[in-house]
């Protein structure tokens, strides 16, 4: 049973309009959230992460927001870029701090 | 990727063989971790080491077992390969949570 799900296994944007990638959770014992991103071919890379006592974390082009009432994630890009288009996943982390569970993955693709 | 090197990248192997993956840290972090990546499954954690000789399961252990003699290494190990397992497999390794794992650059195993 997936404990972090992305129900969108693509998403597809013009170039210079908002990405929206979504996530659910369901484990209430997660309290880090975290956003990677992959190319082809190569490790995932961390992009940008959230505590559980926030609602909002900015970095850039990037920000994260939390519900945790609704046990619900998102990660924002804007403006997007060609170069974003890769897959991207979230992560989460309960308090133990030992493993970081992923979800399916979202294949964004910033059209030109 | 910068630290933690993976080998080898690429291997075919036939089934009921026994494998052995390397993954190789500078960065003198406690905790290392083997995922594995399939198509709509995300990344799924086999095993995890949280130092010298002290490892744990993770999701998806069955068929696997880990070895971790020194610091700056963590090997995976299938003991009798099958095509299930035919995968990307991916080590990482983690310092502070907050600036998340840092990923090899993977080993694509087919077992054919």
């Known amino acids: 049973d997936q404990q972090v799900k992305q129900n969108s296994p693509s998403l597809s944007v013009q170039e210079g309009r908002i990405s929206i990638l979504n996530c659910d959770y369901t484990?209430?014992?997660?309290?880090?959230f975290l956003w990677y991103k992959k190319y082809p071919a190569e490790g995932p890379t961390f992009l940008i992460s959230i505590s559980s006592i926030k609602d909002k974390n900015e970095d850039g082009r990037f920000t994260v927001f939390l519900n945790k009432s609704a046990k619900h994630l998102s990660l924002h890009i804007v403006p997007s870029q060609p170069g974003d288009s890769a897959v991207y996943f979230c992560a989460a982390n309960d308090n133990a701090g030992n493993m970081l569970t992923f979800g399916g993955g979202t294949r964004l693709m910033v059209k030109t | 990727d910068a630290g933690i090197t993976q080998s080898p990248r690429h291997k075919v192997t036939e089934t009921g063989t026994p494998v052995t993956l390397r993954c190789h840290q500078t960065e003198n972090h406690r905790y290392m971790y083997w995922y594995r990546q399939d198509p709509g499954h995300g990344l799924r954690l086999i095993h995890y080491s949280y130092g010298v000789k002290d490892t744990d399961k993770g999701e998806v252990s069955d068929g696997y077992s880990v070895s971790r003699s020194k610091t700056e290494d963590f090997l995976l190990t299938l003991e009798s390969a099958t095509s299930s397992q035919t995968s990307v497999y991916f080590c990482?390794?983690?310092?502070?949570?907050?600036?998340?794992?840092?990923f090899g650059s993977g080993t694509r195993l087919t077992v054919v």
């Open positions: 990482a390794i983690r310092g502070r949570i907050v600036d998340g794992y840092t």
């Open positions: 484990n209430s014992m997660f309290d880090y």
